[in-house]
């Protein structure tokens, strides 16, 4: 089974820290992927990556960056934590078009 | 840009009941993938059921299966026999089928709950 795993199920942070968001996938995917999930919003896509190395910016990337430096891990970024960053994020890779996505468990970030 | 539409926030089904979750997308493309996600009060998200949109004939995946209306741009989600377990939040999800646009667009979620 794909396995996807997000280094912290619960956060707390104060405004103005910088936050690391860590995301190891164990399938060698491709892709790999940040979504934001909030009530009533669904999942909205952070950034996402398809190599090493490389990324794009999804729908919300303000305030946010990614690092991808070696094929198995995903980082997602928050320069300076910020209280409307208090959000749930999921982690997801893939390996082609047709085949779903693979999610991590979550990180709930609280940002006070 | 592709959008996928719940028009359902809540759905309520007693045990051993079907219900059905309704999909609406817009795209102008004639190829993509359609998926049903479950994501139970764990966080965890789970495929339930994927679609390709050349195929006419609905997925089906146990006791849920999908209303594919590929001119409709409808992609409903059917559950037999409603059990305890189905209760979690469900998103519907579209995938283009061109290269490097490998991300899934969800629609807002759907909320079950299953009555004993």
């Known amino acids: 089974d794909v396995k996807v795993t997000q280094s912290s199920r619960y956060l707390v942070k104060r405004t103005g820290e910088k936050v690391f968001l860590e995301c190891v996938q164990d399938?060698?995917?491709?892709?790999m992927f940040w979504y934001r999930q909030d009530p009533g919003l669904g999942l909205r896509l952070i950034y996402f990556?398809?190599?090493?190395?490389?990324?794009e910016k999804g729908d919300i990337p303000e305030g946010y960056s990614v690092s991808r430096e070696k094929k198995e891990r995903f980082s997602l970024i928050l320069e300076s934590a910020s209280t409307n960053q208090t959000s749930m994020y999921l982690c997801a890779s893939s390996l082609s078009v047709a085949g779903g996505m693979f999610f991590g468990s979550g990180t709930q970030l609280s940002v006070l | 840009a592709q959008t996928v539409t719940q028009s359902q926030p809540e759905m309520s089904v007693q045990e051993a009941e079907t219900v059905t979750l309704s999909c609406t997308y817009d795209t102008s493309e004639s190829d993509y993938y359609l998926f049903w996600y479950k994501q139970p009060p764990s966080r965890q998200m789970i495929l339930v059921i994927r679609q390709e949109a050349y195929k006419q004939q609905n997925a089906t995946e146990n006791r849920f299966s999908v209303n594919f209306q590929k001119a409709a741009k409808s992609f409903s989600l059917k559950i037999s026999d409603s059990q305890l377990g189905d209760a979690a939040m469900y998103f519907c999800?579209?995938?283009?089928?061109?290269?490097?646009?490998?991300?899934?667009?969800f629609g807002k979620g759907t909320k079950l709950t299953v009555n004993p």
């Open positions: 399938m060698d995917h491709e892709n």
């Open positions: 990556s398809y190599d090493v190395k490389m990324k």
């Open positions: 999800a579209y995938r283009s089928s061109q290269g490097g646009s490998e991300k899934l667009v």
